[in-house]
């Protein structure tokens, strides 16, 4: 298996050099009177990452925050229209999204990304690209047996009978996060609930004060 590192090493970057801006991150982010923060969700498929991620983010908007939401399926109909469901491919995935995740940083923003990401190998990198605390892992954690029962778009389905291969949870690794920073149990609480406790987390934290909310 070919690991982002490997990847990220064979790049043909040689003859390029890094222009620093006029504009930085922090004065773009004090504009916006927040503190950029990256919202990682992980869980499996029909867990209700995106149901919660569109939540958190409709949350965010009403209470004037600049946030933005990248989310999986969304991603894979255009930027990473390339990409299957090998480990491979989902090490590419999560590999462009969290580069891009930072780039949306850098422009001030709150960003959520929405995607099962099931290794934890990814999510360390991830992490390690941002600046200390901005990381915050999301567990949608949801019991296998209720994604299943939800199976929103049939696909648990179609894996049970074969006709899905390396379906994540059947015949493909999750990695359970050890130490989320935010851990919502969907099959207990409500989608306002998940919300609440994720914004709520933000604001405890400083990402959100006083100031942003006016
Ligand atoms: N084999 C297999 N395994 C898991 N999921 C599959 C698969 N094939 C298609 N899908 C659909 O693709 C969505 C997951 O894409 P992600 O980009 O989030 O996956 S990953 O992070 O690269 O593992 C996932 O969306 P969510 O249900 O929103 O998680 C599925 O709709
Ligand atoms: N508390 C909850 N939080 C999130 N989703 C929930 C909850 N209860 C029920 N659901 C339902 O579960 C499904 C989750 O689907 P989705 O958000 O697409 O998951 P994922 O993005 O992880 O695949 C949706 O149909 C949603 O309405």
């Given amino acids: 298996m070919t690991t982002a590192n490997e990847k990220t090493a064979s790049m043909k970057t040689e003859n390029t050099v890094w222009h620093n801006q006029q504009i930085s991150k922090e004065q773009r982010a004090n504009l916006k009177q ?14 209700g990452k995106s149901t919660v991620a569109n939540a958190v983010d409709s949350l965010l908007f009403k209470l004037g925050c600049h946030s933005y939401l990248l989310d999986g399926d969304n991603v894979r109909h255009g930027l990473n229209g390339d990409l299957g469901f090998s480990d491979e491919a989902r090490i590419e995935n ?8 930072k780039l949306f940083l850098d422009a001030g923003l709150i960003v959520s990304t929405a995607f099962i990401s099931p290794f934890a190998s990814d999510r360390a990198l991830a992490k390690a690209k941002l600046e200390e605390g901005e990381f915050i892992e999301v567990f949608i954690d949801t019991p296998i047996s209720v994604c299943e029962q939800r199976d929103p778009k049939g696909l648990y389905k179609k894996a049970r009978a074969g ?7 059947i015949d493909s690794t999750y990695d359970v996060p050890t130490l989320p920073q935010i851990h919502v149990k969907t ?6 609930q998940c919300a609440e406790q994720i914004v709520g987390y933000l604001i405890s934290q400083g990402f959100i004060s006083e100031a942003t909310l006016g």
């Fill in 187 to 192: 099959a207990e609480q409500s989608v306002e």
């Fill in 94 to 101: 999560i590999r462009r999204i969290s580069e891009v995740a």
């Fill in 34 to 47: 927040q503190k950029p923060a990256l919202l990682w969700y992980t869980g499996l498929s029909g867990s």
């Fill in 163 to 169: 006709e899905i291969k390396d379906f994540t949870g």
